[in-house]
């Protein structure tokens, strides 16, 4: 792609601004071009700051936190900035959903805190990672940032703003990072929205949601599984008026997902998991943890309906690879 003149960003700016446009993103590194669209209108300022190692890493390339010459780059970045545009979007170059950020202290964060200290005179919005609405709230609460920038928890759920109004942030969506919502298709077309693990609503178009017949009447409904799969399916039927049992034989509900409990890596899915069990719990669903569900068990409860959630298994390759003992590799 050609990278525009000065002029051209200019001209761009000024039309915005005739559209009625307030805020406008300078993607350019040019501070000439910064200065012309500053003395040129009256728009609010965006510049964004790509910092790290270049392009995308993988996990084992990747430090969790910014090193000390990193935020020294960070801060002479900004104070080129400053006075010339109004804030500055912040943004690590490894994709924090490709790898595992410390939880509570996303990358970014790190630098927006650092330009915060070194006392720029720049708004700063870092961004990417920011899972946690409470937790953001506090990062601008404790002056590490003046705003937080965020994208995939709106995917996760598209009513994000409207229960953190209501006063009902526990009931906010989490995404866990898995970064299926950023398929192929996101990145080299064609261009189609991909999918989100736990939204299966999200890119869906209007025409398939209004399919979905509200129940004229309510079921008694048995879930048999209490893992994610058993707590989403019971949570569904809960809230289109179903009531609902679930059956699990463990002692507590989160299936192969409490397997992050022991995870520094994946706490995202960890707290995937709470909310589930929250939510369950919340909605009143009937739970019967210790109990393997029986044919007879459940025909003696007459259940309307029964939704099986067992579990997954892992795949077995039957193909044998050099250096190992066994064909029992998982896949």
Known sequence: MTSKTDDEIVAEAKEAEAKGYDVYQLNTSSLEAAKKVRASTNLI?????????????????VKTQPTEAELEQAIEAARKLEGIVDYVQIRVDEHPNAWTQDEHKPKALGYAEAIKKAGIKVLVCPTAGFHDVLANDSYIANGQADMIGMTTPFFADKDLVRKVKEGRADDV???IAC???????????????????????????????????????????????????????ALTAAERGHKVTIYEKDATLGGLLKIS????????????????IYQVKKNGIEVKTNTAATPDMIKAAKYDAVLVATGAEPAVSKLKVEGTKSFNIVE
């Open 45 to 61: 300022l965006m510049s964004s700051l790509r910092i790290g190692r270049g392009g995308y890493g993988t996990s084992a390339e």
């Open 173 to 175: 969506i989490y995404c």
């Open 179 to 233: 970064w299926n919502c950023h398929g192929i298709s996101m990145t080299k077309g064609p261009w189609h929205s991909a999918q989100c693990t736990v939204n299966p609503t999200w890119g869906l178009p209007p025409y398939k949601m209004q399919s979905f017949m509200t129940p004229t009447k309510s079921k008694k409904v048995a879930v048999i599984g209490g893992g994610p799969a058993g707590m989403k399916a």
């Open 261 to 276: 409990d022991n995870s520094k890596t994946r706490w995202t899915f960890r707290k995937y998991k709470e909310w589930l």
